[in-house]
């Protein structure tokens, strides 16, 4: 039976990813069912996606990508400037429940993806673990802690640390606290493909 992510009555998606994927799969001359069958997404759920009335969680957005040959980082766009002022940061949606997204890299930064992350009390990137298209990711914490799961093993992150690992190993991150939200800032290079 095909799998319907958690996020599916979350927050809506961030504008322009849905429309990007719909013209994707269009490019490619691929339906609903094809890409459904392919993810093991349901074909209502890839529908709400495409129409950015839902945000798929990071392990659905990546297997959507992964099928649609495009890399996940195509969905965000930023200032083309090197320089990204706080206030100009772009916000976009990489899955997960409680967690907040900004791109501090350009949009066509090919080399690296660094992203601002704030994550509420007992958010997630997601329950489900994914791997990234990448070679390297890093992420150092700025406030708060973070869970990072990494295949079987969990590492707890506080204030200061940093933490680099292979992304294509399957992996997932929560903020533990009951109470307190989480600041990170996540590296991954190349961008993710």
């Known amino acids: 039976m095909a799998d319907t992510p958690t996020q599916r009555n979350g927050g809506k998606a961030s504008p322009r990813i849905?429309?990007?994927?719909?013209?994707?799969?269009?490019?490619?001359d691929l339906t609903l069912d094809a890409v459904a069958s392919a993810t093991s997404l349901t074909k209502g759920f890839l529908s709400d996606i495409e129409r950015d009335k839902t945000s798929p969680s990071v392990a659905s957005l990546v297997k959507l990508c992964d099928v649609l040959g495009m890399?996940?980082?195509d969905l965000?766009?930023?200032?083309e400037s090197a320089v990204?002022?706080?206030n100009e940061r772009a916000p976009i949606k990489f899955g997960g429940t409680g967690v907040s997204d900004h791109l501090l890299t350009p949009s066509g930064s090919l080399r690296l993806q660094a992203i601002w992350t704030e994550i509420a009390p007992r958010g997630t990137g997601g329950e489900q673990l994914y791997a990234l298209?990448?070679?390297?990711?890093?992420?150092?914490?700025?406030?708060?802690?973070?869970a990072l799961q990494l295949e079987d093993e969990t590492f707890i992150l506080s204030k200061g640390d940093a933490l680099t690992f292979d992304p294509r190993r399957l992996h997932t991150f929560y903020n533990p606290s009951d109470s307190e939200p989480t600041t990170a800032i996540f590296v991954m290079t190349p961008k993710p493909r």
């Open 133 to 146: 298209r990448s070679e390297e990711e890093f992420i150092i914490v700025l406030s708060g802690e973070l």
């Open 18 to 28: 849905g429309h990007l994927l719909r013209e994707r799969r269009r490019q490619l």
């Open 76 to 79: 965000f766009s930023s200032s």
């Open 71 to 73: 890399p996940v980082g």
């Open 84 to 86: 990204v002022k706080a």
